[in-house]
């Protein structure tokens, strides 16, 4: 399925605001009621709205801790990978995970309730030998920049 124009406004107008009603979705992108709708549902249907949650202000929780971690596995056959991937995905301290080029392999990102939390997190991955040769962390003293929104516009537009 090819994007159009009215696609991507009803995307960012969406990824804005996920609880907006249908009306006011149709009337913010110029369409009536009925396609509005039909168009919503038809990018829910072909995977480019992969469903709707609320942003949570992670400071507000109390104590927590915010670590990145580069990291880099022994092999590179896909069964480490797969085997690294089946045991992180589990982690609820794990809300990101990117396979990189460069350096090391994995980029995650970690939420833990403290510095400790997460050691004993790291320290059980280790232990559980998924193949985890080194693994540098970064700590994130302050987060000045966080989006929730991709820029669909430019991307669309380029």
Known sequence: ?????????????????????????????????????????????????????????VSKLGRTLTVFAEITLKNHRQIDF??????????????????????????VKFITAGISEYQAVMERLVELDIGIDKYFSFVVLKSPIVKSHLPLESIFNS
Do not use: W
Request: a negative charge; charged letters at 25%; one cysteine or more.
């Open 1 to 57: 399925m090819k994007l159009d124009k009215i696609d991507i406004r009803i995307l960012c107008e969406l990824q804005k605001n996920g609880r907006i009603s249908n009306v006011e979705l149709a009337e913010l992108i110029h369409l009536s009621p009925s396609p509005c709708l039909m168009r919503v549902k038809r990018l829910q249907t072909e995977g480019f709205i992969t469903g709707y949650s609320a942003q949570i202000d």
């Open 82 to 107: 797969a085997r690294f991937l089946t045991t992180i995905e589990k982690l609820d301290s794990v809300v990101e995970c990117h396979l990189v080029s460069g350096g090391y392999d994995y980029l």
